[in-house]
């Protein structure tokens, strides 16, 4: 049995650990007897009740300043010891000692389940096994899987099984030793849906085909950047010192004056933070004093940034715009799927609206998008 | 065998924690003996066995203890522990006399599975 995940441990390790350290006043974290405890990780000391010790399981629940939207932090030696022991640039070294999961020979976790084990606890282990694989996310409310660098929401039960069955194994104590069990489908799907589950897994809020920047407006790296929530598809993109390339381009287009330069470029930076809009539809007009001056290709050049492509484009006869009303309506309705609209010459008009809600390519997405133009019809 | 030596780092600790090192092992394995081995608070913490225990039980009570007391990741099974009154020379540094600031009680290896090892459920 791995020596930390024995109740014995946890217990004098915890006790041990508690009554050496001490809050930011100087009073001790634990007094010894006390079912509470000063929180070991933001405890300044005042409030010696804050945390309710499990000291059987290893771990203190924080209802004080660790807690977020309501619910409590559950804190495990782990937690503490690289917390308050363990020197930053160290932990990697005794991350191993505190290793309260049981392994397989080939490394993978046992996550025991016994009639004595709360469910959510169980909920709890598989989804924080499942999220130090590294390969598996929260996408909504759906376990997300990446494969072949892309993301993939699995949900059917069958899968989510297999992809808790491929990372660890599920056991059950018996007299000669551990006893290795199936889950079902059905278990699959239950512990799927419990929050405990959920909650241990790192969300994604956006899955970015391009480059892509933060609120921070630092370029996100292929990947999961937790900070920001992105998940990159994309190659790494080096962003440059100078624009130099920006400038050639925007100097062969005769804006009118600097303010339109900066408003164009503004839109072209629209299509860079498409998490902020999702759901929404960004529209811009290029005006023009005459045609065939570049309307076209400036709009295009918008929607590549979010498709990566030339995307198709609406022309309309002078005798359609000259509906007037109904010409409006069709081209929102055709923008909604992602086109680029170029008005009839006389109109001396381009938009690039929903240009920018293209290439949706998770269901998540898409279905949001399509939530929000039914909602706009 | 009759006694298990760890060898503790302060190296590894945050400064709040090295400080509090020696009261860390005495609360969390009494019967440890502690003996400085370095000005910077490095010790070795020696578990005495009342009774000689065979390679695999020493091993396994071994592998338990380091981790409890946090012990060096990268320390032998077999080291051996530096001499109370010894001079220690490492270059570098200043000669350090090996002193015992805590004196071991002897303990079964019974004892030790039960409390670190032993599943009270």
Known sequence: MTPAATTGFK???????????????????????????VCPLHGTGNNHAQCSLDLDRGVCTCWGDCASDGKPRRITLADIAKDRVIAAGSWSKFAPYLDTIQRTKDGR?????????????VAHDIGAQLAKTGAHYRLGRQLAEIRNGNVQILDKASEIAGAIHTNLEIAVRRRFGLQFRTLTSHDALVFS?????????PAIEFIAHGPAFDRDVQLVSPGYNARSKIFSVSESVEPRARATHLTKFLDEVSFRDQA???????LLLTGLFPQHWLGARPMGWIDANQSVVGKTMLAQCCAAIVSGGDVGTIRFSPEEAALGGDHGKKTSTRLARGLLASLPPGSKRASVASAMALRAKNSSLQHRISRANSSST | MRALVFDVDVQFFCPEFRTSLSDYLALAMPELEQRPTSAAGNLHAILHFSAPVKYEPAKAIWEAVRRLVFADPNANFLAKARVVGSLKNKAGAAAFRVVQIRRGKPIAAKRIIHRLTGDST
Do not use: K
């Not at chain 1, 976790?109 to 606890?121: D, G, H, K, N, Q």
């Not at chain 1, 849906?193 to 897994?201: H, I, K, Q, S, V």
């Not at chain 1, 330069?261 to 503004?266: D, E, G, I, L």
């Open chain 1, 193 to 201: 849906c419990m929050a405990p589950f959920r909650e241990e897994l």
């Open chain 1, 260 to 266: 339109s330069r900066a408003n164009y470029v503004a």
């Open chain 1, 11 to 37: 217990r004098t390790m915890l006790q041990a650990l508690l009554q050496t350290l001490r809050a930011r006043n100087g009073d001790p974290l634990w007094d010894g007897s006390s079912p509470h405890c």
């Open chain 1, 109 to 121: 976790p046992i996550i025991i389940r016994s009639a004595r084990r709360p469910v959510a606890e």
